[in-house]
């Protein structure tokens, strides 16, 4: 089965697929959008879905190191709710404190330049969100055992 992760922000979603078994997550691409034609968006998050045979979807969300909801959040909730009715599948939100900054400090021990960076950061964190939400799950299925 396969989760599809992504890291929605204001002009790109960064997007991240498990392999088949949900062990590992991997980057696929950062889509850019301009906000009123998010159509295209969701146009390029369906053909991923159909072209990996993606089943569910996770969904970062925005908060504060307190644990409190960012503003963006409201934003990401909504978004979360499109994906769902969009593709009539489940849809997750996860916590995504501190994955763009950690996706920074991977890129940046990689010896990536700051261009190349900005051009992959957000695939990178959508790849932490969705490896995050993949170990929990691995780990609940190993104390029901």
């Not at 991240?16 to 997550?25: E, K, N, Q």
Request: proline fraction near 2%.
């Amino acid at each position: 089965m396969r989760i599809m992760g992504l890291d929605f922000g204001s002009v790109t979603c960064g997007v991240a697929i498990s392999d088949p078994l949900g062990w590992t997550a991997q980057g696929i691409e950062t889509i850019h959008y301009v906000e009123h034609k998010k159509n295209l968006l969701f146009d390029r998050i369906g053909q991923l879905i159909h072209d990996y045979a993606v089943e569910s979807v996770v969904v970062g969300l925005p908060k504060d190191l307190i644990g409190t909801e960012s503003a963006r959040a409201e934003a990401s909730r909504g978004f979360a709710k499109s994906i769902h009715r969009k593709f009539k599948l489940p849809v997750e939100l996860w916590d995504e404190r501190l994955t763009t900054m950690a996706a920074e400090r991977i890129l940046i021990s990689a010896d990536v330049s700051r261009k190349k960076r900005k051009q992959v950061i957000d695939k990178e964190a959508a790849v932490l969100i969705l490896q995050s939400y993949l170990d929990k799950i691995r780990m609940e299925s190993k104390k029901d055992e």
